[in-house]
């Protein structure tokens, strides 16, 4: 009744900044990111002896108190904010009532910064729950209930280059290219290693509120995966650029025009957009996309990656930079992997 599962965050070209149904948590619009290779997050999942050779989970206890039996451990601390939406996760998968499950998550890189940790979270724990509760589940089903506890968690069940496509009745997630077929690079700087101080959540639901430019923002958005899509298929390196930071820009501009504004960045941010710009000038092939959050994620080709990285780590206000090839899907360890990510 134990388990271990790793997971990589994945960061999305085409953006998906809304719900269509936030009781399913479906995102509004379809999206198309990277999964990376070099930052991780690891859940390791524990059942009580007792349940041991149950056929059904859901008989071994009562369902009252169920939250607070369940205990969660975050890099080393007990994390009592997000045990609810992990609490709940495990009540979809498995059942209400359950066993109590005592889950220890331990990440290489900053949490809540901007960085999708929460991609990774919750894409490692519905697979190391799966097999810890031994039940035989698919890859659409885990992505499904990924998705429901953070909709950027369904892509991180699938490795490279991912497209999420909404349906009515749900999501459809799935590899369009494997790290192997385009290995891009990412490099990552890092500005602020804080907590952001408006959660994706919150700033979706105020921005589908109060911005003038969000019904605009969802009405446009098959367009740019179109084209992403076809950048894709056809290893198109620019026209795969353009429409990415077209379609940032356009997310971020929905927050600023908020009420209050939602500005998650902070001037090494602009500093580091400009580092790439000058990049961009001398023909080198990288372009940017920044999540919600402070943190500029430069894609490019392997060639480029050295000269970006020195580039970023030169820029006034970059704390450290991180390089990251692209990874596999969430997946099941015998052991927890190493401590440790690139950095320069």
């Known amino acids: 009744m134990w388990a271990h599962a790793v997971a990589q965050p994945n960061i999305?070209?085409?953006?998906?900044?809304?719900?269509?149904?936030?009781?399913?948590?479906?995102?509004?619009?379809g999206s198309l990111s990277v999964t990376l290779e070099t930052l991780w997050t690891g859940m390791s999942i524990e059942f009580p002896a007792s349940a041991a050779g149950s056929t059904d989970i859901s008989t071994e206890?009562?369902?009252?108190?169920?939250?607070?039996?369940?205990?969660?451990?975050?890099?080393?601390?007990?994390?009592?904010a997000m045990l609810a939406r992990v609490s709940t996760c495990l009540d979809r998968m498995l059942g209400n009532p359950r066993p109590p499950a005592a889950v220890h998550s331990e990440s290489n890189f900053p949490i809540a910064a901007g960085l999708a940790s929460s991609s990774s979270a919750f894409a490692a724990l519905v697979?190391?729950?799966?097999?810890?509760?031994?039940?035989?589940?698919?890859?659409?089903?885990?992505?499904?209930?990924?998705?429901?506890?953070?909709?950027?968690?369904?892509?991180?069940?699938?490795?490279?280059?991912?497209?999420?496509?909404?349906?009515?009745?749900?999501?459809?997630?799935?590899?369009?290219?494997?790290?192997?077929?385009?290995p891009l690079q990412v490099v990552i700087a890092i500005t602020d290693e804080g907590a952001k101080a408006t959660a994706s959540g919150e700033a979706m639901i105020r921005s589908a509120a109060t911005s003038p430019f969000y019904q605009s923002w969802i009405e446009r958005q098959e367009a740019d995966l179109e084209a992403a899509r076809d950048a894709v298929r056809d290893r198109d390196f620019e026209k795969l650029g353009a429409v990415s930071e077209y379609?940032?820009?356009?997310?971020?501009?929905?927050?600023?025009?908020?009420?209050?504004?939602?500005?998650?960045?902070?001037?090494?941010?602009?500093?580091?957009?400009?580092?790439?710009?000058?990049?961009?000038?001398?023909?080198?092939?990288?372009?940017?996309?920044?999540?919600?959050?402070?943190?500029?994620k430069a894609v490019c080709l392997?060639?480029?990656?050295?000269?970006?990285?020195?580039?970023?780590?030169?820029?006034?206000?970059?704390?450290?930079?991180?390089?990251s090839g692209l990874g596999r899907g969430a997946r099941l360890l015998d052991e927890p992997p190493a401590n440790s990510a690139d950095g320069a």
């Not at 999305?12 to 619009?29: F, H, M, Q, S, V």
């Not at 459809?172 to 385009?182: F, T």
């Not at 392997?302 to 390089?323: M, Y």
Request: neutral net charge; charged residues 25%.
């Open 302 to 323: 392997p060639e480029a990656s050295a000269a970006v990285s020195a580039a970023l780590s030169d820029t006034a206000g970059v704390r450290k930079v991180i390089v």
């Open 247 to 296: 379609n940032c820009l356009k997310m971020h501009s929905v927050m600023w025009t908020s009420k209050p504004p939602i500005v998650y960045w902070n001037e090494a941010t602009v500093n580091a957009l400009e580092a790439i710009r000058e990049l961009q000038r001398t023909k080198l092939p990288v372009f940017f996309t920044i999540d919600a959050g402070p943190q500029v």
């Open 127 to 182: 697979v190391a729950a799966g097999r810890a509760a031994d039940l035989s589940i698919d890859a659409p089903a885990l992505a499904g209930f990924a998705g429901a506890a953070s909709g950027s968690a369904a892509r991180s069940i699938h490795e490279g280059i991912v497209e999420l496509r909404v349906r009515d009745e749900g999501i459809d997630v799935r590899s369009i290219a494997a790290a192997s077929e385009w």
């Open 61 to 80: 206890r009562s369902a009252e108190g169920l939250a607070n039996t369940d205990r969660l451990v975050v890099n080393g601390r007990r994390d009592s």
């Open 12 to 29: 999305a070209l085409i953006k998906y900044w809304g719900k269509r149904d936030t009781e399913r948590n479906l995102p509004a619009a």
